[in-house]
């Protein structure tokens, strides 16, 4: 009978440093290299092949833990499954818990959608403090219910709403994936979430934006300056309040008095010069002191690994706050808002409104977009100064 192979054995191999393979049996191998170090490996057949694989290094891995290693493969190996294939297989990425899902599902968003930052922004704001830690296969339609309703209790049905659908597509990925069966969003809809939205209508009267920035001045302690002179450059450019936000002073020419908006950058794909008046000027050279050397127009005042600049909801949520402490005293409205407003005091004092929809960057629509490559820089000047006038007896 066969001596089983022992520690004495590789330890005196080891010290004799003879490169070679070593039967330990049960299709485990001693194996010394050429420079004397001692390794585990395995060796078997499947699919008519013979297929060898190294565990560990010695004393690394111990004898009794290579031959339970040899067992286990060669009972892997009896119901066809490949150890070294699967060895491969196991440096794939692995999903654990749900925050894991999503990892994977944003680089999926940022692959197909122009601004994968609104479903990575939804998701670790209103979905990962609920399930993010959870197992992925551990999260049920109660989990989602209470996300999407806590969402529209805090008067915000359009997030619920699309939390509910990135909720929906984030466990459609799992299911993609094999990591689920079933999609514990898909039962729900909108009537669950936020309930069916109404295209906004909201513009505010003179007398609206005049009680508006009393407001923010009496509240200067908590309203800050920098989201003091958003709010006028919103009102006064009509611009979308990321293209603000998120501007970078590369793209200013001050001196010029211009504003090239990128097309990266704007939402319609198309970018944009910006004529700016005289006192949009002066609150920009104000914010470019302020931002003490930023490359950002609102620079972000924490340590942030997502932004450079200002978060996009800084200042609705700044908004919201006086609205919560009850001292903005007007009917409720958004900083998108703003941007209303001023495409309606433009033709409260009679624009054009081709002229009034290239000030918003619309594509004009029909024959007249197609046929009208005129950009009406001069006629989006003279309307954009004639608006900072009112803003400037506002603000």
């Not at 990135?166 to 079933?182: G, P, V, W």
């Not at 909201?202 to 509240?219: G, H, K």
């Not at 624009?351 to 977009?369: D, T």
């Amino acid at each position: 009978m066969t001596a089983r192979f022992s520690d004495k054995q590789a330890k005196a191999l080891l010290k004799q440093a003879t490169p070679g393979r070593y039967t330990a049996g049960n299709g485990l191998y001693f194996r010394v290299s050429s420079e004397g170090t001692g390794f585990w490996e395995i060796r078997y057949s499947i699919h008519n092949k013979r297929r060898q694989m190294t565990l560990s290094r010695y004393p690394d891995m111990s004898l009794a833990d290579a031959n339970a290693q040899a067992a286990k493969a060669k009972q892997d190996v009896r119901n066809g499954i490949d150890p070294l294939a699967e060895r491969k297989r196991a440096k794939t990425p692995q999903f654990k818990t749900v925050d894991d899902l999503a990892a994977d599902w944003i680089k999926d968003c940022e692959r197909r959608l122009k601004h994968p930052n609104i479903p990575r922004r939804v998701y670790e704001k209103d979905i990962a403090p609920s399930i993010g830690e959870l197992a992925i296969g551990q999260v049920n339609p109660r989990d989602i219910r209470a996300i999407i309703e806590e969402i529209a209790s805090s008067q915000r049905p359009s997030i619920a709403n699309d939390a509910l659908m990135y909720c929906k597509q984030l466990f459609r990925h799992a299911i993609k994936l094999d990591l689920r069966t079933s999609n514990p969003a898909e039962a729900f809809n909108t009537s669950d979430a936020g309930g069916v939205e109404k295209s906004r209508t909201r513009a505010l009267s003179q007398e609206e934006l005049a009680v508006v920035f009393s407001c923010f001045r009496e509240n200067s302690d908590q309203f800050k300056r920098e989201n003091y002179l958003a709010v006028a450059l919103l009102l006064a450019l009509g611009v979308r309040k990321g293209e603000l936000m998120s501007a970078r002073w590369s793209e200013f020419e001050l001196k010029n008095a211009l504003w090239k908006l990128p097309e990266e950058r704007s939402k319609t794909g198309s970018g944009i010069t910006i004529p700016l008046p005289p006192l949009a000027i002066k609150w920009l050279k104000e914010l470019q002191m302020r931002s003490c050397g930023s490359d950002y127009v609102f620079p972000n005042r924490r340590a942030s690994k997502r932004f450079g600049h200002v978060s996009p909801d800084t200042l609705n949520a700044a908004i919201q706050k006086l609205f919560r402490q009850e001292k903005l005293e007007i009917d409720h409205f958004t900083v998108h808002d703003l941007r209303r407003t001023c495409r309606s005091l433009m033709a409260s004092i009679g624009i054009p409104g081709h002229v009034a929809e290239r000030c918003m960057n619309h594509k004009l629509k029909g024959v007249e977009g197609i046929y009208d490559r005129y950009d009406y820089f001069e006629e989006r000047k003279d309307a954009l100064n004639k608006i900072a006038l009112i803003v400037e007896t506002i603000v």
